[in-house]
């Protein structure tokens, strides 16, 4: 297992934030800094995204190869031809399953969603962990601030990586993850609102970190503030346009207000 020093990827020297017109300012700039602040204050209960701000789950294991992997199998099933064109190539797995269900009876989107969770599963040992992550989950934890995964992987792929960086303990039993229901992946907000629910807590006094315009969209719609982890310029300009008010481009500027 990894020790919380270990940093699985580069970290520029830069902390990027949006600002109020959408442009990108220096960490230095007060009014961004205290809103930062005012975020990691107010939350009682932290909602992290899983593949994008606890690890790159895909960084040993690509995304593309998964779909592909899976358009194979709907292709040896003799039903390729009832994907759309576009949706035979796209590189998000979460969209094929949501192209099954649109057009497949449930038993075979329940069997499309074993075999995307088995690839999860099979991409985890080369999952890399986000600079910063494990620390700031760890320091959360000894604060006593609640913490919950609300994704649309499998929650058992998250179970399994978070066990390989001795952070189950943080999070469990809260983990949600995605159910074989795919109306449910955000943006719809049920993964959060269960988390709520679960552990008592108002959506005013929560958290969220995601790093998709479908998680902005989500805690939206729950009532949860909002943080972005925008870990490149292209994911920075989606959270930006979905109207995401506050971005870090490094975990490292939330753990320094953490452990001050």
Same mark, same amino acid.
């Given at each position: %297992?990894?020790?919380?020093?270990?940093?699985?990827?580069?970290?520029?020297?830069?902390?990027?934030?949006?600002?109020?017109?959408?442009? /990108?300012?220096?960490?230095?700039?007060?009014?961004?800094?205290?809103?930062?602040?005012? #975020?990691?204050?107010?939350?009682? #209960?932290?909602?992290? $995204?899983?593949?994008?701000?606890?690890?790159?789950? *895909?960084?040993?294991? +690509?995304?593309?190869?998964?779909?592909?992997?899976?358009? =194979?199998?709907?292709?040896?099933?003799? @039903?390729?031809?009832?994907?759309?064109?576009?949706?035979? $190539?796209?590189?998000?797995?979460?969209?094929?399953?949501?192209?099954?269900?649109?057009?497949?009876?449930?038993? @075979?989107? =329940?069997? *499309?969603?074993?075999?995307?969770?088995?690839?999860?599963?099979?991409?985890?040992?080369?999952?890399?962990?986000?600079?910063?992550?494990?620390?700031?989950?760890?320091?959360? &934890?000894?604060?006593?601030?609640?913490?919950?995964?609300?994704?649309?992987? +499998?929650?058992?792929?998250?179970?399994?990586?978070?066990?390989?960086?001795? #952070?189950?303990?943080?999070?469990?039993?809260?983990?949600?993850?995605?159910?074989?229901?795919?109306? #449910?992946?955000?943006?719809? /907000?049920?993964?959060?609102?269960? &988390?709520? =629910?679960? %552990?008592?807590?108002?959506? &005013?006094?929560? @958290? %969220?970190?995601?790093? +998709? /315009?479908? =998680?902005?969209?989500?805690?939206?719609?729950?009532?949860?503030?909002?943080?972005?982890? !925008?870990?490149?310029?292209?994911?920075?300009?989606?959270?930006? !346009?979905?109207?995401?008010?506050?971005?870090?481009?490094? @975990?490292? !500027?939330?753990?320094?207000?953490?452990?001050?």
């Amino acid at each position: %297992m990894a020790s919380d020093t270990d940093q699985a990827e580069p970290v520029g020297g830069r902390i990027g934030w949006a600002g109020r017109a959408g442009q /990108p300012e220096r960490a230095g700039g007060s009014e961004q800094s205290e809103r930062l602040r005012d #975020l990691v204050a107010g939350a009682r #209960l932290v909602l992290w $995204d899983f593949d994008g701000p606890v690890c790159r789950l *895909f960084a040993g294991y +690509s995304a593309d190869r998964v779909a592909a992997a899976l358009v =194979d199998w709907l292709e040896k099933a003799g @039903l390729k031809e009832l994907l759309p064109p576009e949706e035979r $190539d796209h590189p998000d797995p979460h969209v094929l399953l949501g192209a099954v269900h649109r057009s497949h009876p449930k038993g @075979l989107v =329940d069997e *499309f969603e074993e075999r995307l969770t088995r690839e999860e599963l099979r991409a985890v040992p080369g999952a890399r962990p986000t600079a910063y992550a494990d620390p700031l989950i760890r320091a959360w &934890a000894a604060l006593g601030v609640g913490l919950a995964i609300t994704t649309n992987n +499998s929650p058992r792929a998250v179970r399994e990586y978070l066990a390989t960086r001795g #952070l189950l303990g943080c999070f469990a039993p809260h983990i949600y993850g995605r159910t074989q229901d795919p109306h #449910l992946l955000k943006p719809d /907000p049920y993964c959060l609102d269960r &988390a709520l =629910d679960a %552990m008592r807590v108002p959506p &005013a006094k929560a @958290l %969220m970190i995601g790093d +998709s /315009p479908a =998680d902005v969209a989500a805690a939206r719609k729950a009532g949860v503030p909002f943080l972005g982890y !925008a870990r490149n310029d292209r994911k920075a300009e989606q959270l930006r !346009a979905a109207g995401a008010p506050v971005l870090v481009d490094s @975990l490292e !500027a939330v753990l320094g207000v953490v452990r001050r």
